[in-house]
Nanobody, 124 residues
């Protein structure tokens, strides 16, 4: 089992920045990749970015490239999402997730462990 706890969400004005963190605990040694997802009201949950836990390869949703940066600190078992130039359409609940299955970083499949989510609200 892997437990994930997100933090760092909040209210920010358009153009501002936030850094989300996701602390992982438990059996993290089997983690292949971790990702950040977001879900806006009335919309599906979308993959924002993903990172391979060992190699550090990354994937980003095309529309977010250049504004969002995913990273991890293996020593601290912590995943990060740096978000800049935030827009009102970035408003959503952001979730971190982990998977043990090997596969493309762009896939949304196989994520077994999820955090509780953290709200990000961007005002115009």
């Amino acid at each position: 089992q892997v437990q994930l706890v997100e933090s760092g969400g909040g209210l920010v004005q358009a153009g501002g920045s936030l850094r989300l963190s996701c602390a992982a605990s438990g059996r993290t040694s089997s983690t292949y990749a971790m990702g950040w997802f977001r879900q806006a009201p009335g919309k599906e949950r979308d993959l924002v970015a993903a990172i391979s836990w060992i190699g550090g390869s990354t994937y980003y949703r095309d529309s977010l490239k250049g504004r969002f940066t995913i990273s991890r600190d293996n020593a601290k078992n912590t995943l990060y999402l740096e978000m800049s130039d935030l827009k009102p359409e970035d408003t959503a609940v952001y979730y971190c997730a982990a998977r043990n299955t090997i596969g493309l970083l762009a896939t949304t499949l196989g994520y077994r462990y999820w955090g509780q989510g953290t709200q990000v609200t961007v005002s115009s």
